[in-house]
């Protein structure tokens, strides 16, 4: 079920004129946590080819980023981004005895209420929507209007580790839980064309179903007949020879998997007209100090998408605005 707040920006423009529009470029920015920097390198990639979005829906980590871009602060954001280190990332979380979260948010807050101010989701230049999930209901929420830098931390909320955003009355978290790239909510939006960037399709056994564990010369065979090379193979064939996986393998682990599975399921109904994919073996979904490889990732992956993007803008009919 979708609970839709309409925003101030969905009323039809007053000065458009009689005649044809370009194509409205959706982009929807999809969760993955650190993974989400290479966001920031798509979008430098899209304009420096003159490519620019008129409509951005983000889910998580894709909120914040598209947040800050739709708000004019991505340099801020990149600047933010690229000083992390391991000792800085450490420093940003909380830890707190509530009961809602591991960690409470306030320095994030503040530093996200820095960056982006006191604006309001409604006002921004470029249309703009995040996702979150409504606790209790599972009920999934499109946030087009409102406080931006709220509307950007619900949608991140991740449930057991940050606490819930309380949001006209509902506790909100994580969108990633019902929709991890928001492909339509960018076409509810208005977008004619919908470039997605999907930072969750690069598992290796794609869905498989096993009637018993594989043996640990079965998954390396696997690993090598699907090409998968380097430390993501190691990690894969090490942890069927080891004992337990560490609680924090098991969580990326399980979150990893949860977010796919979701993804592909949603992008089957509703695919988008350019999948982006960056392809990014190795990079953890914590591995917020590593920006600086992320965004390059991201540069890279928009790079090989631009072609059939701009195939795709051709191709996609002008549309014929009413007479006023």
Same mark, same amino acid.
């Given at each position: 079920? *979708? ?5 101030? $920006? ?23 946590? #650190?993974?989400?920097? /290479? ?11 003159? =490519?620019? +979005? ?19 602060? *991505? ?27 591991? =960690?409470?948010? @306030? ?40 406080? *931006? ?9 991740? +449930?057991? =580790?940050? &606490? +819930?955003?309380?949001? @006209? ?13 928001? %492909?339509?909510? /960018? ?11 999907? =930072? ?19 998954? &390396? ?6 090409? %998968? ?7 894969? /064939? ?35 007209? %350019? ?15 590593? #920006? ?24 996609? +009919?002008?549309?014929? $605005?009413?007479?006023?």
């Amino acid at each position: 079920m *979708l609970s839709f707040v309409r925003s101030a $920006q969905e009323k039809p423009d007053e000065d458009l004129t009689p005649g044809r529009r370009q194509p409205t470029l959706g982009l929807a920015l999809g969760a993955g946590a #650190a993974r989400g920097w /290479c966001h920031i390198g798509v979008l430098r990639e899209l304009a420096d080819h003159g =490519i620019t +979005p008129h409509v951005i829906a983000g889910t998580s980590i894709g909120a914040v980023v598209g947040g800050c871009y739709a708000a004019g602060r *991505l340099d801020d954001l990149e600047s933010f981004a690229r000083a992390l280190t391991r000792r800085r990332v450490f420093g940003l979380l909380d830890l707190t005895l509530s009961g809602r979260g591991l =960690i409470s948010g @306030g320095r994030l807050r503040a530093r996200l209420e820095a960056a982006v101010g006191d604006r309001r989701v409604e006002d921004l230049p470029i249309r703009f929507a995040a996702v979150a999930t409504a606790t209790g209901s599972g009920h999934e929420v499109w946030l087009t209007q409102g406080d *931006l830098g709220e509307a950007i931390r619900a949608s991140y909320a991740l +449930p057991g =580790i940050l &606490e +819930p955003v309380l949001v @006209g009355g509902r506790w909100l978290v994580d969108g990633a839980l019902v929709n991890p790239v928001p %492909v339509t909510l /960018c076409r509810a939006l208005g977008a004619d064309m919908v470039v997605a960037v999907n =930072i969750f399709g690069d598992t290796l056994f794609r869905g498989t179903v096993m009637m018993q564990p594989d043996a640990p010369e079965v998954i &390396e065979a696997a690993a090598e007949s699907a090409g %998968v090379r380097g430390a993501r193979r190691a990690a894969l /064939c090490r942890r069927t020879k080891e004992g337990a996986p560490s609680m924090a393998t098991v969580m990326t682990d399980a979150f990893n998997t949860m977010q796919d599975r979701i993804s592909r399921s949603r992008l089957a109904g509703d695919p988008p007209d %350019v999948m982006v994919k960056a392809r990014l073996d190795g990079m953890g979904l914590f591995d917020f100090h590593r #920006a600086d490889e992320l965004i390059a990732l991201g540069r890279d992956a928009a790079r090989r998408a631009i072609p059939e993007i701009v195939d795709h803008l051709a191709a996609t +009919p002008a549309v014929i $605005q009413p007479a006023r």
